[in-house]
Every structure is written in C-alpha cells, then in structure tokens.
DNA sequence: CAGGGTGTATTAATCGATTAATACATATTT
DNA sequence: AAATATGTATTAATCGATTAATACACCCTG
C-alpha cells in the first residue's frame, strides 16, 4: 500500500485512482477486503473523512461494496471489475488524443515518441509537471 | 479565433495553450502581431484581465514580446517558437505514458489503440470527461 | 456490559486560485 | 486638446471544492 500523491489533484480521486490501478492490473480480486477507512487513513497520513470520501466514489461506481460495519469487498461483479481497465486505458487514450491532435503530429511520430518513453524505466515518479 | 472552453482548467491556461498550439502549427508566424488585450477578450467573451494574465504568462515565457503601447507580437526567436512544439508534445506524451504504465498495457495494445483513436475525425470537441 | 472497532452522515472551516474592478500612464487620432 | 485605444499594476471579490471536525448507530469481543 503505498501511493505517490501529487499536489494537483484531490487526495480521494487520487485513491480512488491507485484502487482502480490495483484492480486494473489484478492485484486486487473479486471478493478481495481492503482495508478500513480508518486503517487506510492511518497508512497513507490522510483524514479518515479523505478515505470515506474515496470509498463512496467506490461504492457508488459498484467497485466494492459495504455489509454493515464489516470489512469493505471488491465487488464480484466481474462486468464491471473489467470495465475499470478499459475505462483506464480509454480514459488515458481520450486525453492523449485530445491534446495531440491539435498540434499535427504525424502518427509515426506520434507512436515512436510513446514506444521510447514507454519503454524507459521509469525513475521518477509523478508523471509531467 | 474560436476557442473550445472547457470547465475543468482555467481560462487563461486554455487561452496561452491555444495560442501555443496555433504556434505549434505555424498559424502564428515568427513577428505577426496579435489582438489586443481588449480585442482578444472581446473576441473570446473574457475578462479584459483574463487576456492580460494569459498574455502576461507568454511574455513571460518569451512566446511574445511587446513594446509600450503597440500591438503584441509573436517573438521571432525561432528557437523558443520551435521548443513550444516539443513542448507540447513531450507533456502529452508524458502524462500519457504516466497515466497508462501502472495499467501494464502492452505496448501493442496501446499503439493501436492510440491509431484508432487518432485516425477518427474529431466529431466531438472537448475530449475525455 | 463496556470498550473499541466498524461504516456513515452532517456540518463547518479552510484555502487558494481565478476572476474581476479599478485606476494609471502612454500614445495615437480626430 | 479631447477622446479613445493601448498595456500595466494593484487590489479585492468570488467561488467552490476539498478537507476536516464531530457525532451517531452498529457490532463484535473481552
């Protein structure tokens, strides 16, 4: 459990974000627990109300649900467990697409420019300031 | 002169980042004059400040320079004209790459997705929600 | 039963960036 | 000279999302 947070975006939507990533990849399975707000609060230095606030998105996008005041679960839902990588990957997609297309770049240009950085390892964290 | 507002970014953000991409494209030439403060949020239906801010963010970046009273001008330093192509470039590429690594999506996939995605026309504006 | 762990809801504070209002000096034009 | 357009600076208002404080109901366990 570790997550590198970033100074422009909200602390829920980046939890919410490395949730999606961890069941995007399959490290987080169908029925799997996670942690309590409280406990993942405690981990990552946030206000349990951050780590409430991102489990409800959760909720609400049916990525996991809630009985009681037992530990939360990765749905079941396998629909909609798959969903969460393609809507990654085309969310990624849309946004790269969007911001490139303006500026005419052949697509040869294009894909060797993300092959060569794809491919590096990445030492630093925290993507493009 | 037509600028697709988003809700999600600031004005003058999306205003320095149109002019950088009619630079980019070389719809803006090395010395051409540009409207005036006033003119430009006229035009775009802003603040007269709001033009001045993204205004003031190109001079800044050297994209543009002025003199008293007259009508700004795009800077005929080829070299900083032709480093805000990169620019562009490199940012998206990079919080693409930045965004799709954790999702471990093999490169294949990607530079299809990317091709099928880039080869569509444009029908809607705005890119991803 | 008491205590500590849960999830949840309501409300408030914070906090900063963004936008706008206003004024000023200059220059050009009529 | 007056009027109008320009760029610029200073200051203030707005505005909203995000975060935090607090309280409550529940349940299990010792």
Redesign the pocket.
């Known amino acids: 459990m570790n997550v590198n947070f970033n100074n422009r975006d909200?602390?829920?939507?980046q939890v919410v974000r490395h949730f999606k990533e961890q069941i995007a990849t399959g490290m987080l399975e169908p029925g799997q627990e996670i942690p309590?707000?409280?406990?993942l609060a405690n981990k990552l230095k946030?206000?349990?109300?951050?780590a409430?606030?991102a489990?409800?998105e959760m909720?609400e996008a049916g990525l996991i649900h809630?009985e009681?005041?037992?530990?939360?679960k990765i749905t079941r839902n396998e629909k909609t467990l798959g969903a969460v990588r393609e809507e990654l990957i085309a969310g990624a997609v849309d946004s790269f697409v969007a911001a490139i297309r303006p500026i005419n770049v052949s697509l040869d240009e294009i894909v060797g420019l993300i092959q060569d950085k794809y491919e590096m390892e990445s030492k630093e964290e925290g993507g493009y300031e």
């Open positions: 909200p602390v829920y939507v309590s707000r409280r406990e946030i206000n349990p109300n951050t409430q606030r489990y409800k909720e809630t009681r005041n037992l530990p939360s």
